[in-house]
């Protein structure tokens, strides 16, 4: 059992933030495999923060999926290695005025109690309701009957854990409608954000939203997109039957699939069957390559997504410009009547969904200014403005008067 370990910065303790977080991490000798969103998350906290940023993190990974490998003098913040069974204590909160921790971690539900013996504020982050939850027990194809009913009973053990620590806590941050929704009854000082990407550099520029217009207007065939994890769970088995439906309803589209999963052999196997419409692609960079494919040769974001997480694949797509067409779970059909845009279809009802683009394929003018409401509504909502009032809040709420 390797012990705990802190990669420190020389920096003063005063004001000091301590994260809890939950990215996979792996030692490398003299560097550290970290997710890349991770560290630019971290970076961003430490420039909004006054103080030194201390992270927790927690080995037993074994891979890093979108990883990179950083010396620790190079990430700008400490970070404390913990094995998995490891509870937090006084040790971690040294010198802390605030603690920062998501609540979708079942670990970090017992926080409170020791951030008030450490005389820290505790601020916790969620973004899953306890529906969103039982619903990936019931959807996981790789859970028996009898492990779903032990997960589905287990996850309504922490739940109830979950909402005393967030009636408890100085502060929560809700990723999203459902989470906001859910738990903001339990707490007088909660807020809610939509979490994504998108900066104002990757928006979509007036020039590709002008071409857009043109191919939309001048009757070029609708071109769909839809990028994730290609997993049942996810509704990857309904890309397909949209397209045929589609096809059978005489609309003109194409769909380009950016993903991995279970379902890509199915996927790849069924789409040879569409002469060319259809194309599965490898997952590809989201700023390098997937943004500006998105852009430019795309006009729809098409969701199957059943579940009601806050995906940030909704207020990406409209960050490139697209509408987009899901179906009705919280997340979607909250997000879409705030921006105006896409459709909602019933939930797991494939001809919902063909009718939706079905009518924005005879409304080509309304189609193309929902593209641009789909932008402005995600300009208002880009990375740096989200992240600055979810640190203005978390300073407000923890940080010692003057």
Not at 124 to 135: F, K, N, V
Not at 333 to 360: C, E, F, H, K, S
């Amino acid at each position: 059992m390797l012990a705990p370990h802190v990669y420190e910065i020389k920096a003063s303790p005063v004001n000091r933030l301590l994260i809890v977080a939950t990215a996979p991490v792996i030692e490398e000798g003299e560097t550290l495999r970290l997710d890349v969103k991770f560290v630019d998350g971290m970076r961003a906290h430490c420039a909004l923060w006054s103080g030194p940023v201390r992270c927790v993190l927690r080995r037993g990974a074994t891979e890093v999926p979108f990883g990179a490998s950083y010396r620790p003098e190079d990430l700008g913040f400490d970070l404390a290695l913990m094995n998995a069974g490891d509870v937090i204590g006084a040790m971690q909160l040294d010198g802390a005025v605030a603690v920062f921790a998501a609540a979708d971690d079942a670990q970090a539900l017992g926080l409170v109690g020791v951030a008030r013996t450490a005389g820290a504020k505790i601020v916790y982050s969620l973004e899953y309701t306890l529906e969103t939850r039982l619903q990936i027990v019931r959807l996981d194809p790789a859970r028996g009957f009898a492990r779903r009913i032990w997960s589905m009973l287990w996850n309504m053990r922490q739940e109830r854990r979950r909402v005393a620590a967030l009636r408890a806590a100085d502060g929560v941050q809700a990723n999203g409608y459902p989470a906001y929704d859910a738990y903001r009854g339990l707490n007088p000082h909660t807020m809610m954000y939509l979490d994504g990407r998108m900066t104002p550099a990757l928006m979509a520029t007036r020039a590709e939203m002008a071409a857009r217009r043109s191919h939309l207007v001048t009757g070029g065939p609708l071109r769909l997109i839809h990028s994730g994890r290609l997993e049942p769970m996810k509704g990857a088995q309904d890309l397909l039957p949209v397209m045929a439906a589609l096809r059978a309803a005489g609309v003109a589209a194409t769909l380009d699939i950016y993903g991995a999963g279970s379902m890509k052999d199915h996927l790849v196997e069924g789409a040879k069957a569409f002469g060319g419409t259809v194309t599965l692609h490898d997952p590809v960079d989201f700023v390098s390559r997937l943004v500006p494919i998105s852009r430019r040769t795309a006009d729809i974001f098409l969701s199957c997504h059943r579940q009601s997480d806050p995906s940030c694949s909704y207020i990406e797509a409209m960050g490139c410009g697209l509408t987009v067409v899901g179906y009705a779970n919280r997340m979607w059909t909250r997000m879409q009547a705030d921006a105006g845009v896409g459709a909602v279809a019933p939930l797991g009802n494939v001809a919902g969904l063909v009718a939706a683009i079905g009518a924005l394929d005879h409304e080509r003018v309304e189609l193309a200014e929902a593209c641009d409401r789909s932008l402005a509504f995600a300009k208002a909502h880009d990375f740096p403005t989200e992240f600055a009032r979810r640190m203005d809040h978390l300073r407000a709420l923890t940080l010692p008067e003057g």
